[in-house]
């Protein structure tokens, strides 16, 4: 069936760097894109979305990018923090379905 | 404002045993949202309401598996005749409605059969 992957299980960063945590997607009817942060012992958290109609969105401290050629989406995290530690789920939703999460990558900080 | 909440936080069976799990959503969301994540792993869909319409049933991976919301609020998921492999965090999430619409998930409840 199809799926959303992520490149890497894991990922460690300094304090102060800047992290990209990417993401493959197979559906390419998927029209809406989201990146959870879920910390241990917690539900998923949402962090930031997408439709395929864009190919960049921005937050605070965190931009979403779309690929839709490639079916690849990633997550920049700008000046990242200890706080931002956690597991990080990219998501899609073909519009009036459920979510199909991929399986995680773990970000470490440190100071 | 009150969140999605999820009871219980933690439950401990015997395999063969049957489990309620209960979750509450926000209130007015209009979608409901079952799933379940196993040790490091993603989440897996389970099963959705929206409305009063039927609910998506694709994602229970047996018939053991059964879900009800009463009311267009509060949801039960039942597991009958629990196995090992049952063993998950079993997270609910709700949303405004389906499609492009943030979904918001409750803290979960582990659920470990002996």
């Known amino acids: 069936g199809e799926s959303v992957g992520l490149h890497l299980p894991t990922l460690s960063v300094q304090e102060g760097d800047n992290s990209i945590i990417n993401c493959a997607y197979s559906n390419s009817a998927s029209d809406y894109f989201i990146w959870y942060k879920q910390e241990s012992g917690k539900g998923p958290q949402f962090i930031i979305d997408?439709?395929?109609?864009?190919d960049k969105r921005q937050g605070q401290r965190v931009t979403v990018l779309l690929n839709k050629t490639v079916k690849h989406l990633s997550l920049q995290i700008a000046a990242t923090q200890p706080g931002d530690s956690a597991v990080y789920f990219c998501a899609e939703n073909q519009a009036g379905t459920a979510l199909i999460f991929g399986k995680g990558t773990t970000l470490s900080v440190s100071s | 404002g009150a969140g999605v909440s999820q009871s219980p936080s933690n439950k401990v069976t015997e395999k063969g045993k049957d489990v309620e799990l209960r979750c509450d959503p926000i209130s007015g969301h209009t979608a409901l949202y079952w799933y379940r994540q196993s040790l490091g792993q993603g989440l897996e869909f389970l099963i959705y309401f929206q409305g009063n319409s039927a609910p998506d049933k694709s994602g229970l991976p047996s018939d053991r598996f059964s879900a009800e919301r009463t009311g267009g609020s509060v949801s039960t998921l039942t597991i009958q005749r629990t196995q090992q492999e049952d063993s998950a965090v079993y997270l609910c999430?709700?949303?405004?409605?389906?499609?492009?619409?943030?979904?918001?998930f409750g803290p979960g409840t582990r659920l470990t059969v002996t």
């Open positions: 999430a709700s949303s405004s409605g389906l499609g492009f619409y943030e979904q918001y």
């Open positions: 997408i439709r395929s109609n864009m």
